[in-house]
T-cell receptor, first 113, second 119 residues
Framework: GENVEQHPSTLSVQEGDSAVIKCTYS??????FPWYKQELGKRPQLIIDIRSNVGEKKDQRIAVTLNKTAKHFSLHITETQPEDSAVYFCAASIRDTGNQFYFGTGTSLTVIP | GAVVSQHPSWVICKSGTSVKIECRSL??????MFWYRQFPKQSLMLMAT?????????EQGVEKDKFLINHASLTLSTLTVTSAHPEDSSFYIC???????????????FGAGSRLTVL
């Protein structure tokens, strides 16, 4: 099956700085890459996603880039705020087939005020 | 938006007993649901894919007889942890894809999770 690796496992940044989280995947058939944010004790929530036919997608302070050739994708958060502190998970899936989502190991982001 | 409801949110049981966790899609039909297990400060590990009207597909290393999955209707999947032991204590989360044609189709929506503690 798909193997998704995520780095770093923990990340601390000063408020206002940028944060970057990177993921790699192994299955070249994967074509859908969502990012989830999970606050302590809560369910994961989708924050942004990207399909394999797109190289970059941006939504306000959050952006995701995808390099399909190298099989890696990254989450970029700019102008970080304390409320961005959470655990972030990347995932890979084969969209439109009802196929499984495989998650990265997670990154615990702490934004220091 | 689409809602996936999971019950119970917290359950404590004695070793050797069985526990059932329900996952419901409240405003959409889900032919497929997914069950994940999450250890503290760790990732979401896919356990199995629950298919309405047929047998669940289990990931490698997940015991089928230990984690019984039933998907009897288009809005309900259940996970039963049989003969639970302390090592089964974990956070179990179900999820489902919105069906094609709906806004956000194929987005994975999670339940709130069920925390199982086996004494």
């Amino acid at each position: 099956g798909e193997n998704v690796e995520q780095h770093p496992s923990t990340l601390s940044v000063q408020e206002g700085d940028s944060a970057v989280i990177k993921c790699t995947y192994s299955d070249s058939a994967s074509n859908y890459f969502p990012w989830y944010k999970q606050e302590l004790g809560k369910r994961p929530q989708l924050i942004i996603d990207i399909r394999s036919n797109v190289g970059e997608k941006k939504d306000q302070r959050i952006a995701v880039t995808l390099n399909k050739t190298a099989k890696h994708f990254s989450l970029h958060i700019t102008e970080t705020q304390p409320e961005d502190s959470a655990v972030y998970f990347c995932a890979a899936s084969i969209r439109d087939t009802g196929n499984q989502f495989y998650f990265g190991t997670g990154t615990s982001l702490t934004v220091i005020p | 938006g689409a809602v996936v409801s999971q019950h119970p949110s917290w359950v404590i049981c004695k070793s050797g007993t069985s526990v059932k966790i329900e996952c419901r899609s409240l405003d959409f039909q889900a032919t497929t649901m997914f069950w994940y297990r999450q250890f503290p400060k760790q990732s979401l590990m896919l356990m199995a894919t629950s298919n309405e009207g047929s047998k669940a597909t289990y990931e490698q290393g997940v015991e089928k007889d230990k984690f019984l999955i039933n998907h009897a209707s288009l809005t309900l999947s259940t996970l039963t942890v049989t003969s639970a032991h302390p090592e089964d204590s974990s956070f179990y989360i179900c999820s489902a894809n919105l069906p094609p044609g709906r806004p956000g189709a194929n987005v994975l929506t999670f339940g709130a999770g069920s925390r199982l503690t086996v004494l």
